[in-house]
């Protein structure tokens, strides 16, 4: 799986550049699912308006299912284990990409794996995974305690780690909503192992296990 880790979603030129590159053809000629899951466990997002937003490509500021896609589809993870796996696993194994919502990262997490997307994961060797915020966190090796409102009925705070570095999105100068540098810099303190700390105009593209930080903004290396 080729990943394309956003803290806001393709904000600009470079991001949706290099998404196109990832997909070896137009936006336009390409399929995508969008993921919803992880907003209904954040305290701030839940049910409603905003997922809704997420799903019709009405968040002007995240662009993610507005890109102009041949093809839009809603994959709902909290929906797949009462289905029979034949209904939506061929769909993902033919669709160019996965949008996944920001929200509550270890939600999204749970319902990956309750799902049975992770195990699937390994076999979508072409497919191309675009997360915002949350949607990027879960597949790094750990997020740390401030990113955690939500935890799973067995206590586990760990994330997929099919990446070796943990990410601080929503870097933002003093006084701005979001994660100061300070903010970040306390918060990687805390993570045992690589981490970046990214603006929303910064995505981190892993293909093959190479990583490039794609920038028209700010972001930084912290450990």
Known sequence: MKLLLTSGGVTNASIRDALVEMLGKPIADSSALCIPTAMYGHPRNGPGERAWRFISGQQPGNPMVDLGWRSMGVLELTALPSIDQGLWVPRVRETDVLLVAGGDV????????E???????????DTV?????????VMTR???EDFIQWRPPTGDDSTL???DFSICPHLVSDGMPGNTMAEAEQWA???SGPAYAIDDQTAIKVVDGTIEVVSEGHWKQLV
């Open 106 to 113: 270890l939600y999204l997490c749970h319902w990956m794996q």
């Open 115 to 125: 799902s049975g997307l992770t195990d699937l994961l390994p076999s979508l060797s």
């Open 129 to 137: 995974w675009v997360g915002l915020s949350a949607g990027s966190m």
């Open 142 to 144: 750990e997020v740390g």
């Open 161 to 163: 780690g099919l990446v």
């Open 189 to 191: 303190a805390g993570i």
